[in-house]
């Protein structure tokens, strides 16, 4: 299994090194016959209104959205979960919506970057909690019937899942913990 992690922009570089811990040997896409090369993609955090920008640069938009069509597995963290939602409130004018899960997210919703905060995180049918790291995270404002919400975080979920794709507002890069990248390279 070739698990890549988009990097345009963002923290690529850390979710390489824990999937690296875990054995998984990561590749770094940046072009659209590195897209197609892989089994599983991770988008990482950073900001979604420059990655948007550069994967229409790039030309990697609508091969990334082939592949999200046809089922690609994906884990979207932060800016990658804005990326994939379903409707972003406050985004930028013509920021790329790929819709592949059917969240609405609200851009910063937990406020700006003095607001960063960390909280122990819940995950349905873990046994401990998970060390959660928000920077500048997008709230989840509402998620349909067909999204499995793994977490929230008072009230409001943090970690979701729909088929073949999973979002996280919190960074697991950030965390000295590896079982969110592990659950995903994991996923059936
Ligand atoms: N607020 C950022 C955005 O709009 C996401 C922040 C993050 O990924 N840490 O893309």
Redesign the pocket.
């Known amino acids: 299994m070739k698990v890549g992690i988009l990097a345009l922009q963002?923290a690529f570089g850390l979710h390489e090194r824990v999937l690296s811990r875990l054995g998984v040997a990561p590749v770094q896409v940046r072009t659209p016959d590195e897209l197609a090369e892989v089994d599983r993609l991770v988008i990482p955090?950073?900001?979604?209104?420059a990655i948007s920008k550069l994967l229409d640069a790039n030309g990697l938009a609508d091969p990334l959205d082939d592949r999200l069509a046809d089922g690609l597995p994906v884990l979207g963290?932060?800016?990658g979960m804005?990326l994939l939602a379903h409707k972003v409130v406050d985004g930028y004018p013509g920021q790329r919506c790929f819709g592949a899960i059917d969240v609405a997210v609200i851009?910063?919703g937990y406020g700006r970057q003095s607001d960063s905060f960390s909280a122990p995180i819940a995950i349905d049918g873990w046994d401990s909690a998970f060390p959660g790291v928000f920077?500048?995270?997008?709230v989840v404002e509402s998620a349909g019937a067909d999204v499995e919400v793994l977490a929230k975080l008072d009230g409001v979920p943090v970690l979701c899942r729909q088929g073949s794709v999973s979002v996280s507002s919190f960074?697991p890069e950030l965390a000295d913990d590896d079982r969110v990248h592990r659950w995903f390279v994991e996923q059936e």
């Open positions: 963002g955090g950073g900001e979604s209104t963290t932060c800016a804005i851009r910063n920077i500048r995270a997008p960074h």
